[in-house]
């Protein structure tokens, strides 16, 4: 037998393999020999019971909380069906969890408790804050670069670590209540969501609930709205006279929060 043709029929068990342990294809089991002790389902199926946990594992690592939440067996049943529906594609275990948010949110029967997508998706957001990119962040002190005449045109640039995320369920408070060791509240559907901004602050990833006027704000100046205009949207909000003043207000708890990393003059 040539080399090449070795290394073709080598290369189709893999993927006779992979599918056995992905798709749970058992064409692969007649390349495997019973042993003297186990039939070679059985030996396979060591092999896709170890697939299933490890992955089901880096979810629980990603997902505390969540976990913590439905408690093992229903975390872990949760965990093969999404294992089973989304194969890992990624070399990084980091990274197999984000589409849970999606998957609790349009599969039953999780999708009939909405608080389960929004707890995941609050998690995938921290964990995406903690892992964002170092960048500078704006300080107080260069605002007094910029002149009065010039703020009317100034253009703001977010945090690569800062998210906003709109939850349809109590779930923050939920978290909170599970981060502090306490007893949740029970899930309840809200009659406005809750607007959350997510971030990263020194080393820690943290959020808090906006006010809807906040929100708009924060949404537009991360897209590039100047200032001048923010304050215009802002009148809309409440007292057209104080929407300078509100917006300067925002601004100030954004650098604080260490939210911006860029302060420019727009063109």
Not at 16 to 39: C, K, N, Y
Not at 92 to 121: C, I, M, T
């Amino acid at each position: 037998m040539s080399n090449s043709a070795g290394t073709s029929d080598f290369a189709r068990q893999q993927a006779e393999f992979q599918r056995g342990i992905l798709d749970g294809d058992d064409t692969v089991l007649a390349e495997i020999f019973d042993s003297p002790r186990e039939r070679r389902e059985t030996l396979f199926g060591v092999y896709r019971y170890a697939y299933g946990s490890r992955l089901v594992d880096a979810m629980r690592n990603d997902h505390e909380l969540l976990h913590l939440y439905l408690g093992d067996e229903m975390f872990d049943e949760m965990g093969y069906a999404y294992v089973k529906a989304h194969p890992s594609e990624h070399p990084n275990l980091r990274w197999f969890s984000q589409g849970l948010p999606d998957f609790l949110k349009l599969n039953e029967p999780y999708s009939h408790h909405p608080v389960l997508s929004d707890l995941a998706a609050l998690e995938k957001a921290l964990n995406d804050a903690f892992d964002a990119v170092e960048a500078p962040v704006v300080e107080l002190s260069a605002m007094t670069g910029f002149a009065p005449e010039a703020w009317p045109d100034l253009e703001f640039v977010a945090h690569a670590s800062a998210s906003r995320l709109d939850l349809a369920t109590n779930a923050s408070a939920i978290w909170l209540a599970l981060k502090n060791e306490e007893t949740p509240p029970d899930a309840d559907v809200m009659e406005q969501p809750a607007r959350l901004l997510i971030w990263r602050q020194d080393t820690t990833p943290m959020f808090r609930e906006l006010p809807t006027e906040e929100a708009m704000m924060w949404d537009e100046a991360a897209n590039g709205v100047p200032f001048s205009v923010l304050c215009e949207m802002l009148a809309t909000y409440d007292d057209p006279d104080g929407a300078a003043a509100r917006g300067a207000g925002y601004l100030h708890g954004w650098i604080t929060s260490g939210l911006l990393a860029g302060v420019s003059v727009g063109t």
